[in-house]
């Protein structure tokens, strides 16, 4: 199992946190803001403020942003590294392929994106891992179709959409199906019978208990 922490790469104590407690994956939200590559998953409302859905609205200044410069630095070279690319803004993906062939050139990173046009811009880099997300239904009949044409590196999908036959079916043509979010045993359970290849959580003690010894 493949045991991914979600969004922990959004705060450079979390990043250092989920690498310590031996996770496959750290997976890390990148969004373009006035020109710079910032890692959170709220959304900006404007220059001042910054959203989180079923959340409260907070003020910038209140929330440290790291950068993926920041990111990549605490890294330090560690290939356990899934950027999810987030839009609105296209330019995201060129620029975080230019900032890893930069800082962290031949580390074999992931991406992953539900915008699957920004995987392009890493078609020059065969070292970085392409994950295909899906996050409704309408993504993920596309998904199913996109497998039976062309070879993906893998695949994260929100848990409540699967099925054992459709895991199954995505099994023939991708190693790696990984789904989305798993923070509770019973998720976990859930994750298990459906028998995918790996979990995104942000419950770092469950993915502590799941990790081999």
Not at 21 to 27: K, P
């Amino acid at each position: 199992m493949i045991l991914v922490a979600h969004r922990a790469g959004n705060a450079l104590a979390d990043l250092r946190a989920a690498l310590d407690a031996g996770v496959d994956l750290v997976e890390a939200d990148v969004r373009l803001y006035r020109g710079a590559l910032e890692m959170r998953h709220a959304k900006a409302i404007g220059p001042r403020l910054l959203w989180e859905p079923w959340r409260d609205v907070t003020r910038r200044r209140d929330m440290s942003v790291p950068l993926l410069a920041d990111v990549l630095t605490t890294a330090a070279g560690d290939s356990r590294l899934m950027l999810d690319l987030k839009g609105p803004f296209q330019g995201v993906a060129p620029l975080t392929a230019a900032a890893l062939r930069e800082a962290a050139p031949g580390v074999p990173v992931t991406v992953c994106s539900r915008d699957w046009g920004m995987l392009a811009a890493f078609e020059d880099q065969p070292h970085i891992r392409r994950v295909y997300s899906a996050g409704n239904r309408r993504q993920l009949d596309q998904v199913r179709q996109l497998v039976r044409r062309q070879k993906v590196a893998g695949l994260s999908i929100r848990l409540s959409l699967l099925t054992p036959a459709v895991v199954a079916e995505l099994h023939e043509h991708t190693g790696l199906v990984m789904v989305w979010s798993v923070d509770t045993e019973a998720e976990l359970a859930q994750a298990r019978a459906l028998g995918v290849s790996g979990i995104i959580s942000k419950n770092l003690p469950l993915l502590r208990s799941v990790a081999p010894a």
